[in-house]
Nanobody, 126 residues
Framework: QLQAFGGGLVQAGGSLRLSCAAS????????MGWFRQAPGKEREFVAA????????YYAESVKGRFTVSRDNAKNTVNLQMNSLKPEDTAVYYC?????????????????????WGQGTQVTVSS
């Protein structure tokens, strides 16, 4: 199971740190992705971290502002969000993917991920 937490209300320019706790699986072998969904919009890719080597991927809209990291000892993946903008307002979800050789080409696809859990709301006020 995956559970995202750490969301909240923050002013534009502020920061939040989201975390995703994983249980019941060998977390270290899973690539982890963050997606978000704003009201009336489709879920979109935000960031991801590969199961091995820690390679990270980001959507253009968050590059330079968000940082994804993982702590395999604690079975968590984190998303540090800085310089937040009102357009970052959404429910954020973490999703897990078993190791696949083509992950470098598919990390941004919703269908790539096999596991996901409840999201956490992030609201950025202007």
């Amino acid at each position: 199971q995956l559970q995202a937490f750490g969301g909240g209300l923050v002013q534009a320019g502020g920061s939040l740190r989201l975390s995703c706790a994983a249980s019941g699986r060998t977390f270290s072998i899973y690539s982890m992705g963050w997606f978000r969904q704003a009201p009336g919009k489709e879920r979109e890719f935000v960031a991801a971290i590969r199961w091995s080597g820690g390679l990270t991927y980001y959507a253009e809209s968050v590059k330079g502002r968000f940082t994804v990291s993982r702590d395999n000892a604690k079975n968590t993946v984190n998303l540090q969000m800085n310089s937040l903008k009102p357009e970052d307002t959404a429910v954020y979800y973490c999703e897990g993917d078993p190791p696949r050789p083509n992950y470098g080409s598919t990390y941004y696809l919703q269908d790539e991920y096999d596991y996901w859990g409840q999201g956490t709301q992030v609201t950025v006020s202007s």
